[in-house]
């Protein structure tokens, strides 16, 4: 059984991609998409801020740079009197929406953060890019409200989102800037991934020029990432998959130990391509990450059922659902379900059976729990009358 994870990148394909996370982010432009820590006191004693950059001319924002000063509609909530970076003191920019679920869902997060650094100085600050009236609506509503225990704001004609989101080349939210007690760019990322970068740059422990580095790194491979899609993209419009794998195999030999990029060579060749030596790649990812249990099921569930693949290596999806079932420590309904589909393809219908029993066992009482005691039906099915059930 397919399990919701974000470690599968090959979605432009149609693969085997993974539902995404409530935590993962968002893409900016898509309409609604469906989806106790102590730090040292900031020193008493203010440090001089340079001059802010101006949020209507900023056009690049990078780590260790000034950030730009906010220019905001209105604040609905929260530090009303917000008017700009206090020296010595850190702020968060938070952008969101009310159509993100990703956004809404890290809202608790941010209100659990915004409490405990209330009495060292830090504002928490919630922009979104929509209309007044919009977030009005969604803040008033006391679900929200109460979820909401931090600043909220609303962005004058974007001019705050281009400012930071555009200037700093993310498109996808929640995403938090983090503003040290200098006004400079000290941190950028998921917000549900700040506590550890909060706490030190609070404390004054931060290395902002090791971020920068590390950061600077993550953007290059992130814009490999969407080059590599981009190409798979073409390759299933053309069904000429030859560029795309090698812009694919020049991907991999920069980064040769993302587990994504492999994912995605191991899907595309066994599925679209229908190369058998895809299994070889297969085999190599089970070696390296045969701890790994949400992958060892991705890779054992797409060999099992996927539609685009004509070959099916059942020995390599056994061993694959084995490491899964190993590395979850036997408690997981969804990893045993897919143990027990691939006893069931190689035959052996008394250990599906088995098997499947221990996923009943292990399931809620909802659909992906239905789904398991139905096919706990055929396997018995199977079992009795000695071959495979429709």
Known sequence: MKIPMCIIAATSLGLAAAAIAQHAPAIVGQDKPSRAIEGEQIAAMPQPVPEPQD?????TLNIGDQA???????????????DGFTP????????????????????????????????????IIGVSNETLALVE?????????????????????????????????????????????????????????????LKKIVAGEWDRNKFQAEYEESQKAAQMMTDVRRAMGEAQRSNDFGPAMKTLDAAIAKMPNDANLQ??????????????????????????????????????????????VTDRDYEFAMAAAKAAETASGGTNPA?????????YEMGDFDMAVKVQKKAVEKSDDDAMGEGIRKQLEKYQAAAKAGHKTA
């Open 263 to 308: 994912m995605m060579k191991f899907q595309t060749m066994i599925g679209p391509m229908n190369d058998p030596e895809g299994y070889q790649t297969g085999w190599a990812i089970l070696k390296a990450n045969r701890d790994n249990a949400m992958m060892m099921n991705a890779i054992a569930w797409y060999t099992l059922d996927d539609a685009a």
């Open 137 to 197: 609506t969604f803040i008033e509503k006391p679900q929200w409200d109460k979820k909401t225990g931090y600043t909220i704001a609303v962005d004058q004609d974007g001019a705050t989102n281009n400012a930071y989101m555009k200037a700093a080349k993310r498109n996808g939210i929640p995403c938090a800037f983090v503003v040290d007690g200098e006004g400079k760019v000290a941190w950028i990322g998921h917000p549900m991934s700040m506590d550890e970068p």
């Open 55 to 59: 949020a209507k001319t900023a056009q």
């Open 335 to 343: 990893i045993l379900d897919t143990l027990a589909r691939a006893y």
């Open 68 to 82: 730009p000063k906010p220019i905001l509609q209105k604040i609905l909530k929260g530090n009303t009197d917000f």
């Open 88 to 123: 010595g003191k850190v702020t968060v920019m938070e952008f969101w929406a009310t159509w993100c679920g990703p956004c809404k869902a890290g809202m608790p997060h941010l209100s659990e953060l915004q409490k405990e650094y209330k009495d060292q100085g830090v504002d």
